[in-house]
């Protein structure tokens, strides 16, 4: 069973409090929460002050998705939301071991973020120092994009890597995932699903959670 982790992104942001609630009582692991700059990515969403009032409402342990340059100087301010997981990009840190030390020293777990185009093998020497990594699957800024058919053959290169390496690493997964492409997705590898519209869409999200997790590994 993967874990699953709702992305806020495509929640109704006028009425926060009543999507905070139905996480609350979903299947939910995780609550997955997308802060952009629009500079890494073309896009901005929130930052702390929204957080700040989410992280007192949600009861699921949060998961911080960074694309913002520089991610490593918000570390105390993640510390301070309570996160359960902080997530950096690859592409956005030159010092990526120094940022992984400082997310641990700050009682966080660390995980590693890479876009479509950044290659696996980028992280074999940094592997077991970090406690997840999340592909992108698909061009971080928007929710509601098209899955990147590519990414299945990743994730399974990625599992090679942390079997290879005796390492315990999570694989994410962030983009497109859905009915069709989250099977697939878990029976390559994955064990962390994160959903924005796929959940929030939906009539009925709470029953998307639930199917989702009840997604088995053959
Ligand atoms: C996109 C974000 C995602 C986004 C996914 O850059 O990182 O977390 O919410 O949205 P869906 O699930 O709709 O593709
Ligand atoms: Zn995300």
Redesign the pocket.
Known sequence: MPLISP????ADFAHLAKDLDMINRSEADWL?L?V?DGVF?P?ISFGFPVLEAVAKHCQKPLDV?L?IVDPGKFTPQVKALGAHIMNVHYEACPHLHRTIQQIHHAGMQAGVTLNPHTPVHVLEDIIQDIDMVLL??????????Q?IEHSIQKVKKLKELIQRTGSHTLIQV?????ADTAPRLVQAGVDVL????????AEQPEERIKQLKQIQKN
């Open positions: 992305s806020l992104l495509s997955h997308d952009m990515v896009n998705h694309m992108m699957t698909v061009n971080p800024g928007f929710g509601g994009q899955f962030d983009g497109g995932v859905n994160v959903a924005g519209s796929y959940v929030f869409g």
